[in-house]
T-cell receptor, first 114, second 110 residues
Framework: NAGVTQTPKFRILKIGQSMTLQCTQD?????MYWYRQDPGMGLKLIYY???????DKGEVPNGYNVSRSTTEDFPLRLELAAPSQTSVYFC?????????????FGEGSRLTVL | GENVEQHPSTLSVQEGDSAVIKCTYS??????FPWYKQELGKRPQLIID?????GEKKDQRIAVTLNKTAKHFSLHITETQPEDSAVYFC?????????FGAGTRLTVKP
């Protein structure tokens, strides 16, 4: 099993550009999440999904969108990128729901907005 | 929403010593408390977790204690080794709302 795979690993965007961070998992987990990690700030939840076709906002959803058309894939869309979105993004999945079970993280995507 | 505070932000110990990281949380309804370890440039990985119906849990050199009354929980690492050097995150959650602490950078000096 590859686990959770994210692409790209690194990306530089200009202000106002758009992009999609891809995330796929092969563990047949129903729950998937997107976090951002800023220096000294821990992990903050952007969006999460409890199953295909269902998504919900987390703590910091503004400026982002997600979709969940299949169990495996959970892409994160940034529209009109802003410098405040410079961060490391982690996708994660879990079997039981993130409030009660282990989160499996991808390797992260470092995004810089200039 | 839940607020999790973690202390200290940095911790340096000598190899073989113990390390203790403390977290406090604000929502008394939180019922699951995991700890994640993140090595430099790597993904976070779960090292131990505890649920609200348990006061202490141990796994080899790692232990976690929970005081529900005071709303704090702690990670204890004994006989530290250089490979324990990493950033450690605590978290507290209920339902589908998990909040992470800001992290503790632990350095173990050989």
């Amino acid at each position: 099993n590859a686990g959770v795979t994210q692409t790209p690993k690194f990306r530089i965007l200009k202000i106002g550009q758009s992009m999609t961070l891809q995330c796929t998992q092969d563990m047949n987990h129903n729950y998937m999440y997107w976090y951002r990690q800023d220096p000294g700030m821990g992990l903050k939840l952007i969006y999460y999904s409890v199953g295909a076709g269902i998504t919900d906002k987390g703590e910091v959803p503004n400026g982002y969108n997600v979709s969940r058309s299949t169990t495996e894939d959970f892409p994160l869309r940034l529209e009109l990128a802003a410098p405040s979105q410079t961060s490391v993004y982690f996708c994660a999945s879990s079997r039981q729901g993130h409030a009660t079970g282990e989160l499996f993280f991808g390797e992260g995507s470092r995004l810089t907005v200039l | 929403g839940e607020n999790v505070e973690q202390h200290p932000s940095t911790l340096s110990v000598q190899e073989g010593d113990s390390a203790v990281i403390k977290c406090t949380y604000s929502d008394s309804a939180s019922n699951y408390f995991p700890w994640y370890k993140q090595e430099l440039g790597k993904r976070p990985q779960l090292i131990i977790d505890i649920r609200s119906n348990v006061g202490e849990k141990k796994d080899q050199r790692i232990a976690v204690t929970l005081n529900k009354t005071a709303k704090h929980f702690s990670l204890h690492i004994t006989e530290t080794q250089p490979e324990d050097s990493a950033v450690y995150f605590c978290a507290a959650s209920k339902n589908n709302d998990m909040r992470f602490g800001a992290g503790t950078r632990l350095t173990v000096k050989p």
